[in-house]
């Protein structure tokens, strides 16, 4: 059974940068493409970028430039650094497995909350 995780969320003014950390257990980590996910109230959860096993990534046009994904496959982890943060990526981030290959079980989440 995959526990996921997810830290280091908070309230940050627009412009400032925070770091989300992605925890997993019992899995298979290192083959696993894992991807960041956020959800807005009243919107629909939302793919915001995924990294392989290898380390390449890719990210949705909203948060490309601003947001970097990496991982440690030693450590189980996967990061979020976000930087230029901006009130419309006020969500719930989540991580899970990129959606190709269906999903864990999904943790709580961390907070992100952005003032303008």
């Known amino acids: 059974q995959v526990r996921l995780v997810e830290s280091g969320g908070g309230l940050v003014q627009a412009g400032g940068s925070l770091r989300l950390s992605c925890a997993a257990s019992?899995?298979?980590?290192?083959?696993?493409?894992m991807a960041w996910y956020r959800q807005a109230p009243g919107k629909p959860r939302e793919l915001v970028a995924h990294?392989?096993?290898?380390?390449?990534?890719n990210y949705a046009d909203s948060v490309k430039g601003r947001f970097t994904i990496s991982r440690d496959n030693t450590k189980r982890t996967v990061d979020l650094q976000m930087n230029n943060l901006k009130p419309e990526d006020t969500a719930v981030y989540y991580c899970?497995?990129?959606?190709?290959?269906?999903?864990?079980?999904w943790g709580q989440g961390t907070q992100v909350t952005v003032s303008s």
């Open positions: 899970n497995k990129h959606p190709k290959w269906g999903y864990y079980d």
């Open positions: 019992g899995s298979i980590f290192s083959i696993t493409v």
């Open positions: 990294i392989t096993g290898g380390g390449s990534t």
